[in-house]
C-alpha cells in the first residue's frame, strides 16, 4: 500500500490530463459539432454536403481508429503534431460527427412556422437561427449532449494507445512498476483508484442527464 501512495503524485498526474483531455474534446466536439449541425440544415448545397458527409464518415468509424489515421497517417504527408494534440483530434472529430447530428435533429424538430414568422418581419437567416431557431434547439439538445459528453470522457483512454500519459495509462504504468521492483500484487488498489476517478468525472454527468430529461418530461 505504501508503493501505491508514494505513486499517487504520477497517478494524479494521469487523472489531470484525462480531466484536461476530456475538457479540450469536450469544448472542441460542442464548439464544432454545433456549426456542423447548423451546416447541415443550410441552404448552400455545399455547406448541407460538406456536412453530411463528415457526420457520415466519422460516426461510422470507431474513435481507436480515427486515433490511429491522425497519430501515423498524418506524419507521412509532412503534418507532425505530438500526441497529446493527436488525442484531442482524433477524439473530436467523432464527438463533433454525433454533436453535428444530434443538432440537426433538434433543428428539424422544430416548427418550420418559426422560421417563416422570422422571414415574414424581416430577420435575416443567421439572425432567426441564432435568436429564435438555436436557442430553443439547445434546450432539446441538452440531455443528449451530456450523454455525448460523458461518452468522449471515457474514450479518452484510447489516447493510451498512442502513446498518451492519461489516467489508464499511469495507473498500468504503476502497476508494472511495482509489480517489476517489489514484486508486490497491487492492481486490486491501483484499478480501484482508477474506478474512483472515472466514477468522480462521470457520475455528476449522469446526474445532470438524468435531471434534464425530467426536466424536459414536466414541460414536455
Not at 457526420?55 to 461510422?60: A, D, E, H, K, L
Not at 498500468?172 to 468522480?200: A, D, K
Request: aromatic content about 10%; overall charge positive; glycine content about 8%.
Amino acid at each position: 500500500m505504501s508503493s501505491v501512495l508514494k505513486s499517487m503524485p504520477y497517478i494524479l498526474t494521469g487523472f489531470r490530463t484525462t480531466l484536461f483531455l476530456s475538457l479540450c474534446v469536450i469544448v472542441v466536439s460542442m464548439v464544432l459539432g454545433i456549426l456542423l449541425g447548423i451546416m447541415r440544415v443550410s441552404v448552400n448545397n455545399g455547406c448541407r454536403f460538406f456536412a453530411k458527409a463528415f457526420i457520415t464518415v466519422f460516426r461510422g468509424i470507431p474513435s481507436l481508429v480515427i486515433l490511429y489515421m491522425v497519430f501515423f497517417v498524418l506524419p507521412e504527408i509532412g503534418v507532425e503534431i505530438g500526441t497529446f494534440p493527436s488525442a484531442v483530434m482524433g477524439l473530436s472529430m467523432w464527438g463533433i460527427a454525433n454533436v453535428g447530428e444530434i443538432t440537426r435533429g433538434a433543428i428539424d424538430s422544430l416548427p418550420r412556422q418559426q422560421f417563416e414568422a422570422g422571414m415574414a418581419i424581416g430577420m435575416k437567416r443567421h439572425q432567426i437561427m441564432g435568436n429564435i431557431i438555436l436557442p430553443q434547439a439547445l434546450k432539446l439538445m441538452l440531455p443528449s449532449l451530456i450523454g455525448i459528453i460523458s461518452n468522449l470522457v471515457q474514450n479518452t483512454t484510447l489516447a493510451s494507445f498512442i502513446g498518451t500519459t492519461e489516467f489508464v495509462k499511469a495507473c498500468q504504468y504503476t502497476i508494472e512498476r511495482i509489480q517489476l521492483l517489489e514484486n508486490m500484487p497491487v492492481s486490486l488498489i491501483v484499478y480501484t483508484i482508477l474506478l474512483i476517478g472515472y466514477f468522480i468525472i462521470c457520475f455528476p454527468l449522469s446526474l445532470a442527464s438524468r435531471h434534464m430529461q425530467n426536466k424536459m418530461k414536466k414541460y414536455s
